[in-house]
């Protein structure tokens, strides 16, 4: 019982283990990376973190797409990353249109935002031109994170499936010559070795008649 227990628990770590270097430990890295850039790119805070979010959300999708070898996982993927850019574009729009403030809501105007709020004397207009200049800003910081994660990603995943399919094709040249050589010549080694006639039938020379 102990011993069966024991082993689970190795079956789970190594499961454990192998998750967090092949899938988590990859998004990490290049969701860091993206927002490192980011961070180089622009001083605004609420656009670092959205920039973070969406590598984070690209970095998940392009690994996926990127070690999968479904081609329905191919199909769909690009599909989900049309749909998020296309959303975005959208909110964009309501947020021009005064109809969805979700991305202003980051920063809401408050007497301390010199980052969207109105200038002394500025008007209603200019105030809410400049809330749509910050909704342009996320929105460009969202799918330029999206798409450079996704790419790199991809890549990643597509490094690892590459290695995974040199590996299986090793293995399947590794079978076939276990079973097409190694295996017979084992057989007749063990009969040979016990007494027993080859299964190979051996060719007998063929006498020539003299007369």
Known sequence: MIDLISGHFVVFFEHLIAALFTGVLPVVLIALVIFVIACFATTDGHSRRIALLFATVGATIGL???????????????????????????TLRRESLGQDRWLTAFAPVTDTNAEIAPLAGGSRESAQAEKIRYATRLVFSAVLALMLSTVFATMWGASMRAGKEQSDRAHEAWLINFKEQQVPLETELNRRDLGLPPTIPVEQPIKAAAE
Not at 71 to 81: F, G
């Open 64 to 90: 996926i797409l990127g070690a999968s070898r479904e081609p329905v996982v191919q199909a769909v993927i690009p599909a989900l990353i049309t749909l998020i850019t296309g959303y975005l574009g959208w």
